[in-house]
C-alpha cells in the first residue's frame, strides 16, 4: 500500500507517519519502480502499536525500547511489565501534579464571588509564587 492508504488504515497522518520514520520508529518503505514508497502488513501493525502506545500518552523513547522489546525475540514479558510499570508510575506522578493545579486554581477562584472591581483571582495570580507543583515527572511526552 501506499503511505496514503497506510495513514488511513491506522487513522494517522502521512506526516506523522514521515515523523515516525525520520525517529526511528517505523521502518522505512521500500521504493517501486516509480520510486513510491510501499507500505505491508508489518509496517501496518507496527504504526498502530505507535499509535495505541501514543494514546496511552507513552513518550518516543518509551515507545522505542518497547519496539526494541518486540524486535528481539524470545524476550520475556518481565522487560514488557517493568516498562509499563514505570509509566504507570509517570502517570501517577502527573496525575498528582494536576490535581494540585486544580487544587490551587479551585483556592482562587473561592477567592473571588464577582461583581468587585478588583479581581481577587488576578491579584492570588499576581502574588508571590503558588505553591503548585509544575505537572512533569522528568519525562517528555511529546504528542505527535
Known amino acids: 500500500m501506499k503511505i496514503g492508504e497506510l495513514a488511513a488504515s491506522a487513522g494517522a497522518t502521512v506526516e506523522t507517519i514521515r515523523y515516525y520514520e525520520k525517529a526511528g520508529l517505523l521502518p522505512g518503505a521500500v521504493r517501486d519502480a516509480s520510486n513510491y514508497r510501499v507500505y505491508g502488513d508489518a509496517h501496518l501493525a507496527r504504526l498502530r502499536l505507535i499509535r495505541n502506545c501514543r494514546l ?6 518509551e515507545i522505542r525500547t518497547l519496539l526494541a522489546l518486540v524486535d528481539t525475540p524470545g524476550q520475556a514479558c518481565d522487560e514488557v511489565n517493568a516498562l509499563v510499570d514505570a509509566h504507570i508510575g509517570h502517570l501517577d506522578a502527573r496525575i498528582a501534579a494536576l490535581s494540585s493545579l486544580r487544587d ?3 483556592a482562587l477562584r473561592a477567592r473571588c464571588a464577582g461583581g468587585s472591581e478588583a479581581c481577587l483571582i488576578v491579584d492570588g495570580l499576581s502574588d508571590a509564587p503558588l505553591a503548585a507543583q509544575p505537572v512533569t515527572d522528568g519525562c517528555h511526552h511529546s504528542a505527535k
Do not use: A, P, R
Open 56 to 61: 496511552l500518552d507513552m513518550s518516543h523513547d
Open 104 to 106: 490551587t486554581l479551585g
